[in-house]
């Protein structure tokens, strides 16, 4: 979850009312926030290099504030506040909008050359105009570009933001890409020019920068954005352009990603003239949707006050308990309906809601010891694409499960006692590592089944094969179809084990498991298992 880190008083005077530390940290929990910490720039100095370093500091009350991943739109002060504002209904949700220049003059042009497709082909810019920076609100405005360059952009490898003094420049501005060497221009705070591949040497011992150098540094063309007389306003995702404190229009570019640049721009909007697309969509679920999710019951238009607390305007359609819910260009997280669901669940309160036990107990671990996916299976480790948690705080949870049967065997032992047989399967995600994944991994849904009697029961197993592709709709055969053919895997019996194939590609292994793997779990009869993945069907 990012931080963001508030000054208090500021704060309070933005949302024109105090708090005492305990009455905000409640609104914070109303709200899906957590009050994290209450500190000062002087308590974190002195905490992390001492007394004596923290002298002269100032001791102005800070707020660190946890905001969920998801919502890009807390991530600055004026972003918190609207929206604390708009959910304790004392302000309405600001709705955004296109204008063109108050002047009558064209709009900004951004020109994309061909060149740019083989490093970051997409870029989006816009203008904000009559703005006045105070200290506070100009560094509010940095640090809301760098959460999200480490947020959504995910470290700029996904997109990169530039900022620009748009009194200093002129456009039509182009968004181009050439070799290292072609491009030359003086950097901030550098007092001559230097070549692309020099600034990659020179940034080598950059605390700031060097992070970012490997994004492009192999690259053989680097992107680079010049406006109408050639000078270079930045060469992304490395360097910016320069930013002033008296700057009263800018020019924000964004590349790749058009949800970043609606961020930047609409929390920073007041009477501004921008450029940019500010797109709305209107998705429309009923009341009993959310009263079965969320555990309530709420007439459609409560629930569509709920949502329009948190930025969601929402009105009953007038068709039975439809509502009908806009979402606006500073909501990308919500995508789907269980987010509004989510949103409405917030604003009732949570701890609203009446606490009842689920009729079915479906809970299950995500994670597991590394001896659950390797020893106990007869596998090797390093072969498992296991991803592995840093610092375990015990050894039941030391990496992401590959595979679904150590939790099933795990419950065969632990009720063993009961009659036989024991049937039991689970449809769940797996974490496997994948290196072209941004985050170096992903989820795979799978199905697993066991079967536990005195007898292996592998013609169990195989008709279970069958019903589930007949429910699939998935024929038997080769090539469009479904087959087995015999296979060898150390976790089944030799000769008793076989590969499951769909439209070609191998899904899975069913068999009878090997006598160590039974003992292993401390179980004492003979079990049969399938274990098949089902993205394919999804």
């Not at 229009?249 to 609606?262: E, H, I, P």
Request: some cysteine.
């Amino acid at each position: 979850m990012p931080t963001v880190s508030v000054k208090r008083d500021l704060l309070f005077e933005a949302l024109g009312q105090k708090y005492t530390d305990e009455e905000f940290d409640e609104l914070c929990f109303e709200f899906g926030l957590e009050l994290d910490e209450i500190t000062s720039e002087k308590d974190i100095i002195s905490r992390e290099q001492g007394d004596e370093k923290a002298e002269g500091a100032s001791d102005v009350v800070l707020y660190k504030i946890d905001v969920p991943a998801n919502r890009y739109d807390l991530l600055c002060l004026e972003g918190l506040v609207r929206g604390l504002q708009v959910f304790k209904e004392k302000l309405e949700a600001p709705r955004y909008k296109r204008v063109s220049p108050a002047d009558g003059g064209e709009p900004q042009r951004l020109v994309i050359t061909d060149e740019t497709a083989s490093v970051r082909p997409h870029a989006v810019a816009a203008v904000l105009r009559n703005i006045t920076f105070t200290q506070e609100r100009y560094e509010s405005f940095i640090e809301l570009q760098e959460k999200l360059h480490q947020n959504i952009c995910r470290k700029r490898t996904l997109v990169a933001i530039g900022t620009h003094d748009l009194d200093t420049i002129s456009g039509p501005f182009t968004y181009t890409a050439k070799p290292p060497g072609d491009i030359r221009f003086k950097p901030l705070n550098q007092s001559k020019e230097y070549t692309a591949t020099e600034l990659m040497s020179l940034y080598k011992t950059d605390g700031h920068l060097r992070h970012y150098l490997h994004i492009i540094e192999n690259e053989p063309l680097y992107p680079i954005i010049y406006d109408s007389n050639g000078i270079v306003l930045s060469m992304p995702p490395v360097i910016n352009g320069d930013m002033l404190l008296n700057m009263k229009s800018v020019f924000c570019v964004c590349l790749q990603a058009k949800t970043t640049l609606d961020m930047v721009v609409t929390m920073f909007i007041s009477h501004d003239t921008l450029y940019i697309e500010l797109a709305y969509r209107t998705e429309t679920l009923s009341g009993d949707f959310i009263n079965k999710r969320v555990g309530i019951n709420e007439s459609a238009e409560s629930i569509a006050q709920l949502l329009t607390r948190m930025c969601l305007r929402s009105e009953v359609s007038g068709e039975g308990d439809l509502i009908q819910v806009e979402i606006p260009p500073t909501r990308a997280d919500v995508i789907h309906a269980c987010d509004i669901m989510e949103d409405a669940a917030i604003a009732y309160g949570f701890n609203n809601i009446f606490r009842s036990t689920p009729l079915i107990l479906t809970e299950s671990f995500q994670f597991c010891s590394e001896e659950d996916i390797a020893d106990k299976l007869r596998k090797n480790i390093a072969e498992t694409r296991a991803v592995h948690i840093s610092n375990p705080k015990t050894a039941e949870f030391q990496v992401a499960r590959t595979c679904l049967l150590p939790g099933l065997l795990k419950t065969l032992a632990a009720n063993r006692k009961m009659p036989l047989p024991l049937k039991l399967f689970e449809i769940s995600d797996v974490v496997l590592k994948d290196e072209t994944k941004d985050v170096g991994a992903r989820n795979n849904r799978r199905l697993c089944a066991v079967y536990y009697n005195k007898s292996p029961g592998f013609e169990v197993i195989h008709g279970l094969l069958d019903r589930v592709m007949q429910l699939l709709d998935v024929k038997p055969g080769r090539n469009q179809g479904y087959h087995i053919q015999a296979a060898e895997d150390s976790t089944f019996f030799p000769g008793r084990c076989a590969e499951i194939f769909s439209c070609g590609k191998s899904i899975g292994h069913l068999g009878v498991l090997h006598p160590d793997v039974i003992s292993r779990f401390e179980l004492t009869m003979p079990c049969s298992a399938i274990d098949i993945d089902i993205e394919p069907f999804l």
